[in-house]
């Protein structure tokens, strides 16, 4: 099997520096920071790439090049024309660096801000109000007949569960509840609602941690080469790689040390 | 060549359609009518068919300007399906919306026409000229149903009973913040219960300036616009005020462009009301990266050099919240976390010394600003919030009993 040369490089530097991000596990070092201030560094390029491709040129240069394309051939540019409205804004925002016009930068974000607001206000009080209480309104005797009070092999389903919905959306709504001091009465149904909370995120917590085990369990099958076919494992060594970045880290950690290197944090700290 | 590119996936689509289903007789779906839905908006209409009595691998919809064509094929629709919402034109930006369109239904089967593969790099007029090929295929196949003649109507207003109670809640919300804020401004005093949070980021901020370090500010991932990022604007504003105060320092980090002009002019804003203008540091408001884990590794490196007394995480944020809390509690810095997303709260509530859980995050930038209409809009949203409870209840013990009218009068139709 033949890969080409990127594919190897890039298979290569990726094990690289997934062990030198590792390598925080010791102490902030050089090789870290290395790491870390490519993964800026590129982001930040890819990024402006992707907003010119991806957005820029289709959504606003091109629309407004077929626009002034139309009206020199005396043609309807259309709604092509409505792209030079954002280009103007987005040239306003320069004005930012003019200190007597830089009020004037204001404008374009201003109109982002209210655009949106106006856009999302049915969309966001039909997505997390009208949908949320609709859905929250079990029927309880459709729910006994068909489940009971509790069916296990219904993962729960039952008046219990329809109950504990109902109360303790109402409990986490009445905890949220500002116009009032939590004093006596107010105090209990807000604790229930908290503790309603606290079910809810240790549910969550679980979940995600299972998700960021198997990120993790992904860096090691990429080091050990188990996402890989034989065959590409074969051309691309992922063993000798990893085993080869561990000991090029150690030197380089070990020479840093003896130079009395010490993390940037610790210098700080110091003077 | 976006549009060519489009067209193909579309052909391909019905391709596999053609390749997976048996072969059947010739019989093409019968009585197709169309309605203009209600309270529409003028730009689909809703087509309903009796299938032929065969099984078939799916239908293809034609859409025509008259009973006679020209046709164009629009879209595949499942073989399952007796009905369909159909747009009237593809693109409402660029199309005139017309008020006649024709449409037709071939039922699709194993033997129909497929439609020829058109390169990515075609011309417009070649894959125009494929398309007419293909839906003229289509129709010699006799498995074609007659045109349905669809008259356009648009409603100005939609008067479900859903929407309608949608635009009451809305209306009764902005009434209460008309009234609370000219309450507000007479000088009548609105009660806010104090969050325990407020009281932590002021010692937070006192606690960086005991040490001689500065306090960090993460205003979330969100984009200008969320609401979450607004209310850690606001915020910011509040803190960078008692920073100044306090002769602190802050460092803003900052994942959106915009975001970090809008913290900036905040920042400047808030040393200039405490009264020190010259102690306001531009380069401490730092835009990272509009990468998630690239913005994060860059502010996780800020915790780690700079080591803040005090972070603050307050809006919008994902994935990256647990990696900015741990490397914050390794640090040692007292953290106070707010953003509403429910996800990652249960990281913030770990990780953080004191967390805004959702609403708080608002009411806090209301709290601290002591702004007439922030203030106005948290008391009206407290009345919602009970309004809501009492339609929970009221709408459980009716749907309980069998009569779902509540729960319809929240249910928004698509």
Not at chain 1, 161 to 190: E, K, M
Request: proline share 6%; charged share 15%; with cysteine.
């Amino acid at each position: 099997m033949e890969l080409s040369t990127a594919t190897l490089l890039g298979a290569w530097v990726s094990i690289f520096l997934t062990i030198c991000i590792l390598s925080f596990l010791y102490e902030d070092n050089p090789v870290y920071k290395l790491a870390e201030h490519l993964f800026l560094g590129v982001s930040i390029a890819v990024s402006v790439v992707e907003a010119y491709y991806g957005t820029f040129k289709p959504n606003m240069l091109d629309p407004v090049g077929r626009a002034a394309t139309a009206v020199a051939s005396g043609s309807d540019p259309g709604w092509d024309a409505v792209s030079v409205i954002p280009l103007l804004l987005c040239g306003v925002l320069f004005l930012k660096l003019v200190p007597k016009l830089s009020w004037v930068a204001r404008i374009p974000i201003a109109f982002l801000v209210a655009m949106f607001a106006g856009l999302k206000l049915t969309g966001e009080a039909n997505a997390n109000l009208m949908t949320q209480v609709a859905e929250s309104m079990p029927n309880l005797g459709q729910l006994w007949i068909d489940h009971g009070l509790w069916d296990w092999s219904a993962d729960g389903a039952g008046v219990i569960s329809g109950l504990v919905l109902v109360l303790g959306l109402c409990a986490c709504l009445l905890h949220f509840y500002f116009s009032a001091p939590h004093n006596r009465p107010l105090r209990v149904v807000s604790r229930f609602g908290v503790l309603m909370l606290m079910f809810g995120f240790g549910a969550s917590f679980g979940y995600t941690v299972m998700g960021r085990i198997s990120l993790a369990i992904g860096r090691a099958q990429e080091l050990l080469g188990l996402d890989r076919s034989l065959e590409q494992n074969a051309v691309v060594h992922p063993r000798i790689a990893t085993l080869a970045s561990i000991v090029l880290l150690v030197g380089v950690l070990a020479v840093w040390k003896l130079r009395g290197g010490k993390p940037e944090s610790d210098e700080a700290t110091e003077s | 060549m976006n549009t060519a590119r489009a067209r193909n996936c579309a052909r391909c689509l019905g391709a596999a359609l053609l390749l997976l289903g048996p072969v059947a007789t010739a019989a093409p779906p019968t009585d197709l009518r169309s309605e203009a839905p209600i309270y529409g908006g003028g730009l689909e209409m809703i087509l309903s068919w009796t299938p032929p009595p065969d099984d078939l691998i799916g239908y293809m919809l034609l859409r025509g300007p008259t009973a006679s064509g020209p046709w164009k094929a629009i879209e595949p629709i499942a073989s399952d399906a007796i009905r369909h919402k159909a747009r009237v034109v593809s693109d409402p930006r660029r199309e005139a919306v017309p008020e006649t369109v024709f449409f037709r239904l071939v039922a699709l089967r194993a033997d129909s026409p497929i439609p020829a593969l058109v390169p990515g790099e075609a011309s417009d007029a070649a894959a125009a000229e494929s398309e007419a090929r293909y839906v003229d295929s289509l129709l010699a196949t006799g498995d074609v149903s007659a045109p349905v003649e669809s008259r356009t109507r648009a409603y100005l207003v939609n008067l479900t009973p859903s929407r309608v109670m949608l635009a009451l809640i809305i209306i009764a919300a902005g009434v209460l913040i008309g009234v609370f804020t000219r309450a507000a401004r007479r000088g009548a005093e609105l009660y806010i219960r104090r969050i325990p949070g407020i009281d932590a980021i002021e010692e937070g901020i006192g606690r960086a300036t005991e040490m001689g370090r500065p306090v960090l500010y993460v205003p979330g991932i969100g984009e200008l616009q969320e609401m979450q990022t607004i209310a850690a604007m606001l915020i910011l504003g509040q803190v960078s005020k008692k920073v100044a105060e306090y002769q602190a320092d802050m460092i803003v980090s900052c994942c959106i462009p915009i975001v970090r002009e809008v913290a900036d002019e905040v920042v400047k804003a808030g040393f200039y009301q405490a009264g020190y203008p010259d102690a306001y540091k531009p380069a401490n408001t730092r835009f990272i990266s509009s990468d998630q884990f690239a913005f994060t590794a860059g502010t996780n490196g800020i915790v780690l050099r700079e080591k803040p007394a005090t972070n603050l995480y307050l809006g919008m944020f994902f994935a990256e919240s647990l990696i900015l809390a741990e490397t914050g509690f390794l640090n040692k810095s007292i953290q106070i976390a707010g953003t509403a997303e429910a996800t990652q709260l249960p990281f913030f509530v770990t990780a953080c010394d004191y967390t805004l859980i959702g609403e708080e995050l608002y009411a806090v930038s209301a709290y601290l600003s002591r702004d007439p209409r922030l203030v106005s809009s948290l008391k009206s949203s407290d009345y919602i919030k009970v309004f809501c409870v009492v339609m929970l209840i009221i709408g459980t013990v009716a749907a309980s009993l069998g009569n779902p009218l509540i729960s319809t009068l929240f249910r928004i139709a698509e």
